[in-house]
């Protein structure tokens, strides 16, 4: 159980992380695009 709980908040971070890169991603490119 405790490996699952490891397991489950390392996703949280990298889902998090991902969607913070897609994010500033997208601001990049609307900057970029004006």
Known sequence: ???FKK???SWWCI???GLLL???HTIS???LGT
């Open 1 to 3: 159980m405790a490996l």
């Open 7 to 9: 397991i489950n908040r």
């Open 15 to 17: 889902s998090i992380f």
């Open 22 to 24: 897609k994010y500033m």
């Open 29 to 31: 490119k609307c900057k």
